[in-house]
């Protein structure tokens, strides 16, 4: 049996992060029988999560996943696009990943960083929970500098993240899915992001943003119920 390897559930999510909620997304569209345990990213091949563990073999970060299942268990979401509906969902997935990706990281970490840490930290004992999370935090503003998001102001940031949210509503328009009737590989990565806006109990400009398109908070439903994520 497959085994996908994610952060355990909390606030709200089957996993807090929205590469591991596009994974779960991807496994339950393919039909595999697999099942889903906690992982430790530090003990993963490049220590994040998700990781698949396929025969023995560990298959780490959401994107490798699918080219995982596509050439082993033929799973292809995308069979049926085209060259220039496989373009527009490249574009998309980058915009997702590599740019709403940092607001998002921006609203959970800086912004709400009292109830990350309580939430994310719990095991670590109360006395040294506030100086390792200082540790945690200094390393996340760092990344956020050196990708260029934490060189912005706040209303400069969810302003970059409103324009995201945005584009994709305004190009799922009155469809299903982002291609029509049945959900691709780029339905999975803007779901998990979704997920990791709207779900966790953070009242956030970025989850406001998300929530003032009614196309966002149906299709974000919508894919909830195409892959049975209550049953999970």
Known sequence: MLTLQVFAPAMGQKSPSPFAMKAIALMQMSGLDYQIKPGDPRKGPKQKLP?????GKSISDSTHILAHLKSMHGFDPDKNLTPEQLAIAEAFRRMVEEHLYWVLVHSRWVENGDIVRDVFFAAVPSLMRKFVFRMVIKQVKSALFGQGMGRHTPKEI??????????IADYLGDKQFFFGDAPTSVDATIFG???SIVTP???TELKRAALAHN???AYHQRMSDHIDLAEL
């Open 215 to 217: 196309t966002l908070k």
């Open 201 to 203: 109990p953070l009242d």
């Open 51 to 55: 990781v698949l563990i396929d025969n």
């Open 193 to 195: 992001m979704l997920d």
């Open 158 to 167: 969810y302003a970059f993240g409103a324009a995201d949210l945005q584009a």
